[in-house]
């Protein structure tokens, strides 16, 4: 396919998402208005922030520099009359602030707002330049893709298979990063005996961040994901024999965000 059709095909999948996202948004002010006390409303409120930061994150290619990056995190800041940051706005205000930067990303990608760069803006987010670190060219469009799986399963709320996928990433990106750093200079730094391919997976992370490959994010990982290569049924069939919350599976993609950062951090 031509890169044309595949960005075409990229952008629309991201304006409806950014639609989603913007329908979310105005639901929930108008919820935060009526009952701002809820702990449930809250909680959604924070979860539909969650998904705009990762959405923004990624049409933003990872830059905090970005306009798209400062805008969504200025939505939550106040300002005094001399234009310093004071204390936070309310809910509701932030709220129409994010679905605000959320409209400015569709007019960016779909060219309504000549002022902003949209070409670059989303060229900076293809998939292909988020894993050019990895070492093994045959391991980046089977990590690229297993990546966009796990975004598209948690946005589905299908939160074992985003879990499952993102710990498969995981665990791909820092075995490559072992490997090339070579089995000598981890048993250096005081790795077991033995290939690295019979290494479990806390092993892996574990030399990896003794190694100074990766810091020490993962020691967020949660338990079912520190397990995953056993959650799976035995017959290798499609399930999982420990329940996946929302929570497990947002923080799996976060922990391999940061330790793609890690290994990355050019980026």
């Not at 905090?64 to 800041?77: D, G, I, P, T």
């Not at 670059?120 to 070492?135: C, K």
Request: one cysteine or more.
């Amino acid at each position: 396919m031509p890169i044309d059709e595949i960005l075409r095909a990229q952008i629309e999948t991201y304006l409806s998402r950014l639609d989603g996202l913007i329908l979310r948004g105005r639901e929930l002010r108008e919820t935060l208005a009526a009952d701002p006390a809820s702990a449930s409303v809250i909680a959604d409120t924070r979860a539909w922030q969650e998904d705009c930061g990762i959405t923004v994150n990624q049409l933003s290619g990872g830059s905090k520099a970005h306009w798209l990056a400062r805008s969504f995190s200025e939505a939550f800041l106040m300002r005094s009359a001399s234009g310093h940051a004071v204390e936070g706005a309310a809910p509701t205000e932030i709220v129409q602030r994010l679905v605000d930067v959320l409209e400015r990303a569709v007019a960016s990608l779909t060219g309504m707002d000549d002022g902003l760069d949209h070409s670059t803006a989303f060229s900076e987010a293809l998939p292909a330049r988020r894993f050019d670190f990895v070492h093994n060219p045959e391991l980046r469009p089977i990590v690229e893709r297993a990546y966009t799986e796990s975004r598209r399963a948690l946005e589905q709320h299908d939160y074992d298979m985003a879990l499952l996928t993102a710990c498969g990433v995981l665990e791909a990106v820092v075995t490559d990063a072992l490997e090339c750093k070579g089995l000598s200079a981890l048993v250096a730094a005081g790795a077991p005996a033995g290939k690295i391919a019979d290494w479990s997976f806390e092993t892996r992370l574990a030399v990896a961040e003794r190694a100074g490959l990766i810091r020490s994010g993962c020691a967020r990982l949660p338990a079912v994901a520190r397990a995953y290569r056993d959650l799976t049924v035995s017959n290798g069939e499609r399930g999982l024999k420990a329940k996946v919350s929302d929570r497990d599976a947002r923080m799996a993609g976060q922990v391999l965000r940061v330790v793609m950062r890690d290994l990355d951090p050019g980026r």
